[in-house]
T-cell receptor
Framework: QQQVKQSPQSLIVQKGGIPIINCAYENTAFDYFPWYQQFPGKGPALLIAIRPDVSEKKEGRFTISFNKSAKQFSLHIMDSQPGDSATYFCAASYSGAGSYQLTFGKGTKLSVIP | DTGVSQDPRHKITKRGQNVTFRCDPI?????LYWYRQTLGQGPEFLTYFQNEAQLEKSRLLSDRFSAERPKGSFSTLEIQRTEQGDSAMYLC??????????????FGPGTRLTVT
């Protein structure tokens, strides 16, 4: 059972474009939703995260939009650059489990072409 | 560098051999996690420690896998009698448990295991 569904699987945008990556979750107990960026051969790097009590969070060029009723959240990258080319993972966790273990989506491979 | 470190970065072994990986978390982080990532997939939770206590193990962690965190600092993950299906990236992450929770996890670079 996949608890976090991520789309699209891959995405190609022109430099300066605004790629949007979407995630949907099933477990309403989730209360923390981070996004990670991963370059080939590297570990995931925490990019930005949101709690369900806010609908949007912005950090630099990265914005998370959160829709609690639809159980969906998305990542927007403003003014995308070739250096943003990487695989992006959404994830979710909940405090009730005690472990705060992360459940990840399958990832979106983003390519930003000059 | 005060980030999470893992050693070795790459390991090639023959089926049936035992392997051990090491993770050094961010200093003063009291929680340490192990995840496994296969090609084209997101990381999957294996187990976690709070200080030296192993508090949860995923069903993915078969009895051939064992993890320790003897002094609440670094951790080791051992795989006995490796199988080709064990080929994956093994990721370590650490976090700090606050009174308000323990949400932000920071990952190391991973250990890429190839079983031939």
């Amino acid at each position: 059972q996949q608890q976090v569904k991520q789309s699209p699987q891959s995405l190609i945008v022109q430099k300066g474009g605004i790629p949007i990556i979407n995630c949907a979750y099933e477990n309403t107990a989730f209360d923390y939703f981070p996004w990670y960026q991963q370059f080939p051969g590297k570990g995931p790097a925490l990019l930005i995260a949101i709690r369900p009590d806010v609908s949007e969070k912005k950090e630099g060029r990265f914005t998370i939009s959160f829709n609690k009723s639809a159980k969906q959240f998305s990542l927007h990258i403003m003014d995308s650059q070739p250096g943003d080319s990487a695989t992006y993972f959404c994830a979710a966790s909940y405090s009730g489990a005690g472990s705060y273990q992360l459940t990840f989506g399958k990832g979106t491979k983003l390519s930003v072409i000059p | 560098d005060t980030g999470v470190s893992q050693d070795p970065r790459h390991k090639i072994t023959k089926r049936g051999q035992n392997v051990t990986f090491r993770c050094d978390p961010i200093s003063e982080h009291n929680r340490l996690y192990w995840y496994r990532q296969t090609l084209g997939q997101g990381p999957e939770f294996l187990t976690y420690f709070q200080n030296e206590a192993q508090l949860e193990k995923s069903r993915l962690l078969s009895d051939r896998f064992s993890a320790e965190r003897p002094k609440g600092s670094f951790s080791t993950l051992e795989i006995q009698r490796t199988e080709q299906g064990d080929s994956a990236m093994y990721l370590c992450a650490s976090s700090l448990l606050w009174a308000s929770g323990s949400y932000e996890q920071y990952f190391g670079p991973g250990t890429r295991l190839t079983v031939t």
